[in-house]
């Protein structure tokens, strides 16, 4: 009977889990294949992964497989066994009595290749090898070919029992003596040598050398292990045993039509079962890793790391639920399915619960009360569960959330959002009296998601709809989660997640920055880890100063499901709750080893194809199209790799793509260097590789017909040029003497312009004298007249006179002037000591204007005979200082009389000087400054009028050259 329960009891369990299973990821047919049926497999020195197949070779990238047969040079579509040396060449042993090998794009063969070519294969090949010499050694069933470094070839008829590679590198094979004795051979360079015998009891024996760390022999239905260091151990021989594949110096696998089965040398004990109901041929593992399983008729299979454990449920149970409380993991199902192991989950227990109609609900939430008490959070309600199987109903709402905060319990429900006190349970205040799906407190604010966006709220406040300031808080809200930093990271059902700090939105991430999906399911925060599970897949989103990596993990790398219902991370023992059951890895495990390898393919120019060189590459102008065809190897990123390139000589900036190759139809003449970087999923970049070439230049774009041109070119223009000069110089010559002359002519016009009202006032006093029958003073006053008209007219023709001249010129004029006023004024010139009269020259006819109006507006209107006009010269380092100064009644009262007795030539005379000046200022960096200033008695009165006129010196002193 108590056999009997047990037996009920282990059923039982057996029925609600099926226990850990390892994650794997198939490849087959149409994944690109060449076929289901794979016998071998073999790494090269580039990264890449070669599988021989029933129906061709098949070459592997991580994203591609690229496949070979008969079509491109192998024997025979049938391949049995591979083999990589030293020189990266990849060894190909087809099903049919024949060898070849691949090397940088091409496939040599017997027919084409003059060493192999010598090669007569009459039997199976069992082993293909390479000692450390560099001999490639080929063993049949009764030849051992050597293909020796120097391209000689050696055949050694022998029967043995198997061979292989010692820890020296040397090749070494056992033959069998007798029954149950064999003789151990070793090739040292070009001759065999005797090391020993061996021997075993039985009759049907046969020797394998899996690794130089261990023989394994057959002997009936059992096997035995023989490592070099230690004793041997007997292994029973599994059913239908297709294989054995070394997988390192501790690890071997039996493969069988069941699966295979996984030893290890130090404890001598199998570690592990796998693909219980394949057929397997072969195990390999990567560089990366990775172990590889070869299938008959299941094509290829892949485990990215052991660490990788999956937990199925009984039908398939979707896990809902996963939190660690003490030191046991808690797990939450459909139909309300109660799980408790250990973090590594190797110990699991169902707990029953004695409510019956909780089998209809999921478990969304746990949360501990105390030390015998739980509370669950289910699509039924809200249950309280003591000692692991007692429940009380809390509420019939279907639980959404539930959280701890500030001693109390947060809960989100499908009617409302509430707080419960932890000691009783009983609600505390409603926050919101509808439904939500999901909530969290973060300082005062206390946040929550419902169908139509998001939330917040102060204790007894107002909702805020957050959809009003972000359009991204709109839709629906499905999970919510604080961070240490006060960052709120808010998951969305299409629009990915934001985080928000403050009221500000400071991040919003979606797949375009690498997320899984924009459909959020769940969210958890680890440290500087943001969890993120969505329906394609998890994804880790690493912060690090404000800037973000993101990491995605589906099935390929060995989730159970793509789709994730719950994400709880334990330092770094990450959980994930899928539909198709519980998957737990380490993180640092995970991306343990990996590595992002990039390789150039193929280059395709001008219709034909460079195999990774492009040495010495010139397209003609005319055909300038290149495509160059790469692959980012990382087995673990299960194709998800990133290109960042740029085309030196065309675009210099960083673009990113996700194909793997890049076409330039047409190409412009230079010189161009591609450089390619790629990034795994996991962040790791690769060395970048660079692609050289040159587009032909055409033939006006080359050197020697440039110089020419240019040369010719040059000629041409500058003799254009220097005549077009020719044409200016003598056309600008001709306008400059046109203008001169013009100008001269204008301001000899300006100075006549000047004289006629002078020349009328003077007729009138030589009238008077004649009406007063003065003869004396009409001869007298005749004669000084026309000795200033003859001044006039030789000072007028000249552009500068000097100093000297117009000193005398103002004399006449001034004199003339007192006797026409009746000797009203008395006048004065004075020179400062030091200045040459015949060293200054200044423009004629320039001071006469305001000497006149000096007398005709200052010194007439007085009415006395007092009347003063001093002349003064004199110079500092910069100027030629005239000032004409008198002690007239002032401009304001002179004003006054013109309104009266309005005089049009007067003013004409000053509007006249002020153009001459402006015309001569033109063009000149120090111009002929002029300043007037009113004179005032102490009384403020008016007392005369000074006039202030400032010559550059550089401009009217004469530069005498001497002797």
């Known amino acids: 009977m108590r056999h009997l329960f047990m037996l009920f009891l282990i059923l039982n369990l057996f029925l609600y889990s099926r226990g850990q299973e390892f994650s794997y990821t198939q490849y087959n047919v149409k994944d690109g294949l060449a076929g289901s049926v794979v016998y071998c497999a073999a790494e090269d020195k580039d990264g890449f992964l070669w599988f021989g197949t029933e129906s061709g070779l098949s070459r592997y990238d991580g994203t591609h497989f690229h496949n070979f047969t008969t079509a491109n040079g192998l024997p025979d579509n049938e391949i049995i066994k591979l083999f990589v040396d030293s020189r990266n060449r990849v060894w190909i042993i087809p099903f049919r009595n024949s060898i070849c090998y691949y090397q940088r794009g091409e496939v040599h063969n017997q027919d084409n290749d003059p060493v192999l070519h010598r090669l007569s294969i009459t039997s199976e090949i069992n082993i293909i090898t390479e000692d450390r010499y560099g001999n490639i050694i080929i063993e049949g069933a009764y030849v051992i070919h050597i293909i020796c470094i120097d391209g000689k070839i050696m055949d050694i008829e022998s029967p043995n029992a198997g061979g292989g590679l010692t820890k020296d590198g040397l090749f070494t094979f056992f033959s069998c003596v007798s029954s149950g004795s064999y003789t151990q051979y070793v090739l040292d360079k070009d001759r065999f040598l005797l090391k020993g015998k061996r021997s075993f009891v039985g009759k049907s024996t046969n020797a394998i050398l899996i690794s130089p760390n261990l023989n394994v022999f057959q002997q009936g239905d059992s096997l035995y292990a023989v490592p070099v260091t230690g004793e041997r151990f007997s292994i029973t021989m599994p059913p239908s045993l297709n294989s054995l594949s070394g997988i390192d110096d501790s690890l071997f696998t039996l493969n069988t039509t069941n699966g295979a089965l996984m030893y290890d040398l130090r404890t001598k004990k199998q570690f592990a079962y796998f693909l219980r109901e394949q057929s397997v041929n072969a195990v390999i593992r990567d560089s990366e890793g990775n172990l590889w399983f070869m299938c008959a008729g299941g094509g290829l299979f892949r485990i990215g790391t052991l660490g990788f454990r999956n937990v199925t449920f009984r039908e398939g149970l979707s896990v809902t639920s996963v939190q660690m409380i003490g030191n046991?993991?808690?797990?939450?199902?459909?139909?309300?399915?109660?799980?408790?192991?250990?973090?590594?989950?190797?110990?699991?227990?169902?707990?029953?619960?004695?409510?019956?109609?909780?089998?209809?609900?999921?478990?969304?939430?746990?949360?501990?009360?105390?030390?015998?008490?739980?509370?669950?959070?289910?699509?039924?309600?809200?249950?309280?569960?003591?000692?692991?199987?007692?429940?009380?109903?809390?509420?019939?709402?279907?639980?959404?959330?539930?959280?701890?905060?500030?001693?109390?319990?947060?809960?989100?429900?499908?009617?409302?959002?509430?707080?419960?006190?932890?000691?009783?349970?009983?609600?505390?205040?409603?926050?919101?009296?509808?439904?939500?799906?999901?909530?969290?407190?973060?300082?005062?604010?206390?946040?929550?998601?419902?169908?139509?966006?998001?939330?917040?709220?102060?204790?007894?406040?107002?909702?805020?709809?957050?959809?009003?300031?972000y359009p991204v808080f709109k839709t629906r809200i499905s999970a919510i989660a604080a961070s240490s930093d006060s960052l709120l990271w808010v998951g969305t059902c299409g629009q990915g997640i934001t985080g928000i700090r403050n009221g500000r939105l400071l991040y919003a991430l979606t797949e375009k920055d690498g997320l899984a999906s924009n459909t959020c399911r769940a969210i958890f925060i680890s440290g500087d880890d943001i969890w993120v599970g969505t329906d394609k897949g998890l994804s880790r989103v690493h912060m690090d100063k404000g800037h973000f990596r993101i990491t995605t993990f589906g099935t390929e790398d060995g989730l159970s499901s793509d789709i994730i219902n719950v994400v709880y991370v334990n330092k770094n023992d990450v959980y994930a709750g899928t539909v198709g059951g519980l998957t737990h890895f380490n993180i640092d495990e995970a991306a343990e080893r990996s590595f992002c390898k990039l390789r150039i393919t193929s280059i395709q120019v001008r219709r034909a194809t460079w195999n990774y060189d492009t040495s010495g590459l010139i397209l003609p102008h005319h055909e300038s199209s290149i495509r160059v065809d790469f692959a980012g190897i990382s087995y673990r990123s299960a194709g998800y790799i990133t290109y960042r390139y740029r085309l030196k000589g065309l675009n210099n900036n960083w673009q990113t793509t996700r194909e793997t190759f890049l076409s330039y139809p047409t190409l412009p003449s230079g010189t161009y260097e591609l450089e390619v970087v790629a990034t795994n999923k996991f962040g790791i970049g690769s060395d970048p590789i660079r692609v050289a070439f040159t587009v032909e230049q055409l033939l006006w774009e080359k050197a020697w017909f440039i110089f020419v041109a240019g040369a010719l070119l040059t000629g041409m223009i500058w003799v254009l040029v220097w005549r077009r000069i020719r044409q200016l110089k003598r056309k600008n010559a001709e306008k400059i003497s046109i203008n001169n002359r013009m100008a001269e002519l204008e301001q000899m016009s300006l100075k006549a312009q000047m004289n006629p009202h002078f020349i009328f006032n003077s007729l009138n006093s030589i009238q008077k004298y004649v009406m007063e029958k003065d003869i004396l003073g009409v001869n007298k006053f005749i004669t000084d007249f026309s000795r200033l008209i003859r001044l006039t007219l030789e000072i007028t023709s000249k552009s500068r006179i000097s100093l000297d001249e117009e000193v005398r010129y103002i004399s006449y004029y001034l004199e003339l002037e007192r006797v026409r006023f009746g000797n009203a004024f008395r006048y004065d010139i004075v020179i400062a000591s030091g200045i040459d009269r015949m060293a200054y020259y200044i423009p004629p006819m320039l001071l006469q204007p305001y000497v006149e109006n000096s007398i005709r507006h200052g010194l007439r209107y007085r009415g006395d005979e007092k009347g003063v006009i001093l002349i003064r010269f004199a110079e500092n380092k910069e100027h030629l200082i005239c000032t004409i100064e008198d002690n007239g009644i002032g401009r304001k009262q002179a004003a006054q009389f013109k309104r009266g007795s309005p005089i049009e030539y007067q003013s004409r005379g000053m509007t006249l000087t002020a153009r001459r000046m402006e015309m001569m200022n033109q063009g000149r960096a120090a111009p002929i400054l002029i300043d007037v200033e009113d004179l005032e008695t102490g009384d403020h009165l008016p007392s005369g009028t000074r006039i202030v006129l400032c010559f550059p010196i550089q401009y009217v002193k004469k530069i005498t050259v001497g002797p």
């Open 328 to 469: 046991s993991l808690y797990i939450g199902t459909e139909r309300s399915g109660l799980w408790r192991s250990d973090p590594g989950l190797q110990q699991m227990t169902k707990q029953e619960i004695s409510w019956h109609t909780n089998k209809l609900g999921r478990i969304m939430a746990f949360m501990p009360i105390d030390k015998n008490s739980l509370l669950l959070g289910t699509d039924v309600g809200l249950l309280k569960l003591d000692h692991l199987r007692e429940v009380t109903v809390l509420g019939c709402a279907a639980v959404k959330s539930v959280s701890s905060t500030k001693g109390n319990f947060l809960i989100s429900t499908s009617q409302s959002v509430e707080f419960r006190r932890p000691s009783d349970l009983k609600k505390l205040e409603y926050i919101w009296p509808g439904r939500s799906t999901f909530s969290c407190q973060q300082d005062s604010l206390i946040f929550f998601g419902t169908l139509n966006g998001l939330y917040s709220v102060t204790s007894n406040g107002k909702p805020r709809f957050w959809g009003d300031i």
